[in-house]
């Protein structure tokens, strides 16, 4: 029952500063739904038979140079409960759920109705310290990864065992590396304590992302359970610089400038 947590909820509202509705339905809704047997509220949405959120997707307001603690928490608490989450980055939105969550994985590749033996999933890192452990980096490699991170650059390098082979590309067992620029992301990652599994926004038939928050909600608002509104996003991905084999090869022209790796 929603009852033993009313205090809680309505403290909560009253110290939404965002002055967003979506925020405070996120929590009531949540709290509704009741305590995970760890004792803390469970943003588990409900699916439908085909994975599909059964629930429209919440839109949460975060601020894009300084972000809110208590919403990061909120952002975060979704994502180990299994969510698949809209989130800004230093270049597109993207499309992220925890690494190893096989079901959040399909929805978001039928979401951008990819072909499973194609797609590459990014590891979004929090920094170079934490590449080492999904990646296979020798010293060349490494320089240039310090040259280029911080940035709107994907990292295609040899994948280690750490990384779930469902990830990888299934030929090359690669893995795409990514440590963008963004205050936001900074912070669900340190909340998170680990990489997000991460895929551009990317829609069949555009060939662009989209910027706003607010339509990007309205188009998935089924396929997705929750947006994080970081301001506009960008039109461009990022760049895609393929590292496995030694020199680098430019796999894809966005954000980031690639005339020095060529």
Known sequence: TVAPYMPAILNTMKKNTTGSRSNSICIWRACARGRSAKGRVSYQ???DTRGWASFMAFLISIHPQNP????VRQ???AIRDGSVVVYPTDSSYALGCLIGDKEAMERIRRIRNVDVKQHNF???CRDLSEIAKYARVDNSQYRTLKAFTPGPYTFLLEATREVPK???NPKRR???IRVPDNAIVSMLL???GEPIMSSTLLLP???ATPTDPQEIKEKLDHLVDLVIDGGTGGIEPSSVVDLSSGAPVIVRRGKGDVSALE
């Open 122 to 124: 990014t590891l979004v």
């Open 45 to 47: 949405f409900g699916r």
């Open 75 to 77: 952002a975060i608490a």
């Open 190 to 192: 340190a909340e998170l």
């Open 174 to 176: 690669t893995i795409g």
């Open 166 to 168: 469902r990830l990888q």
């Open 205 to 207: 038939g555009e060939s």
């Open 68 to 71: 809110q603690p208590r919403l």
